[in-house]
């Protein structure tokens, strides 16, 4: 830990995070660590982004929660205990294969995952939780020369670690728009 990242490190996870104002200096440590260790084995990359939004009304506030969970269905379901009803956790993913009549889930391709939920750190605010993730192949790529995973992973992190970021902020901000406009954050 230090004063502007914490590193984790377990048997089958590296976790990197960023205790202030994310820069692109967390994307050069995350690569530079895969470059130092060349021999690493990686099975796929996360590019997670989070915020804290604090909504200056409480109408608005509970807005989000009613424009992406609506309550029509639990009013019917619970006709007495409608109006507590509320939206505890949202988690989207997107998937491109979308609604395959499977139940296997492909593990080989890049999804990404989308959390809303009330903010645990901001009083009356709304927690995103943006993960980009990047399943890394056991064979080589022939065509860009790369023979281990550890550089496939750090490729991928300075391939896309700034478009999830752009991504992350587009979707964060889209989704309060969408729901109370451009006025209610603080």
Known sequence: ???????????????????????????????????????????????NFHA???IEHIDDYHKVGDTLAPKKIWDQLYPSEAESAGMASLVITIDPFKREPTILQHQDVNKKQITVEASRRVKQGIYFAFNDHHPIPKEKDEKDMLSTQAELAEKVIEEFWQSAWDESVRVMEGVLDATIGSGGVA
């Open 1 to 47: 830990e230090t004063e502007w990242f914490d590193l984790q490190v377990a048997e089958v996870r590296l976790s990197l995070a960023s205790k202030g104002v994310l820069t692109p200096a967390i994307k050069d440590l995350a690569a530079s660590i895969f470059s130092l260790l060349p021999h690493t084995p990686i099975t796929a990359i996360g590019l």
């Open 52 to 54: 804290h939004y604090r």
